[in-house]
């Protein structure tokens, strides 16, 4: 469940921001989180995407009405949370808890898939062909500077300078 609402808040973040950036309002800078997180592959990317005010409210009901139950939030309830404790915890392990939890982790991914899927197809109709060609197209750019970006970290980092052995 964890995994379940961690994924839909980041893509109703993401979904947030790029219209918000369709705005061109500026977006907050997102807190650092612990793990290096990607798009959903099924996410709609709308940066420098113009948008009506009624393309604007439809998306808005969408994310709303697909925005996930506070209630549903509790780490206790999520079978990852349930399967790392159970992992951590000293003494045997029981295989059934474990393959229980897996099929109930397979369970959520599937529907959180199709919710997904449900969620990006709504948000597509909403949409014109030249507005999902100038999201993708926009999107390939950014991705393109992303990477030029992370090759130029690289080379100014230089070559990694090996660990001293113990006792140094």
């Given at each position: 469940m964890?995994?379940?609402?961690h994924?839909i808040?980041?893509?109703?973040?993401?979904?947030?921001a790029?219209?918000?950036?369709?705005?061109?309002?500026?977006?907050?800078?997102?807190?650092?989180?612990?793990?290096?997180?990607?798009?959903?592959?099924?996410?709609i990317?709308?940066?420098?995407v113009?948008?009506?005010?009624?393309?604007?409210a439809?998306?808005?009901?969408?994310?709303?009405?697909?925005?996930?139950?506070?209630?549903?939030?509790?780490?206790q309830?999520d079978?990852?949370?349930q399967?790392?404790a159970?992992?951590?915890?000293p003494?045997?392990?029981?295989?059934?808890k474990?393959?229980k939890?897996?099929?109930?982790?397979?369970?959520?991914?599937?529907?959180?898939?199709?919710?997904m899927?449900?969620v990006?197809?709504?948000?597509?109709?909403?949409l014109?062909?030249?507005?999902l060609?100038?999201?993708?197209?926009?999107?390939?750019k950014?991705?393109?500077?992303?990477?030029q970006?992370?090759?130029?970290?690289?080379?100014?980092?230089?070559p990694?300078v090996p660990t001293?052995?113990?006792?140094?």
């Open positions: 964890k995994h379940f609402m994924a808040v980041l893509g109703t973040a993401s979904l947030a790029t219209v918000s950036l369709a705005h061109a309002q500026p977006v907050p800078a997102p807190a650092a989180p612990h793990h290096m997180y990607f798009h959903h592959p099924l996410m990317d709308l940066p420098g113009s948008l009506s005010d009624e393309q604007k439809k998306i808005h009901a969408i994310l709303e009405a697909n925005r996930p139950d506070p209630s549903q939030m509790d780490p309830n079978p990852h949370h399967l790392k159970l992992l951590q915890a003494g045997p392990v029981d295989r059934g474990i393959t939890l897996e099929k109930k982790i397979s369970q959520e991914d599937a529907e959180h898939l199709r919710k899927i449900d990006t197809l709504a948000i597509r109709g909403i014109t062909p030249q507005q060609q100038q999201g993708l197209d926009n999107s390939t950014l991705e393109d500077l992303h990477r970006a992370a090759a130029i970290i690289r080379q100014a980092s230089g990694e001293p052995p113990p006792g140094l």
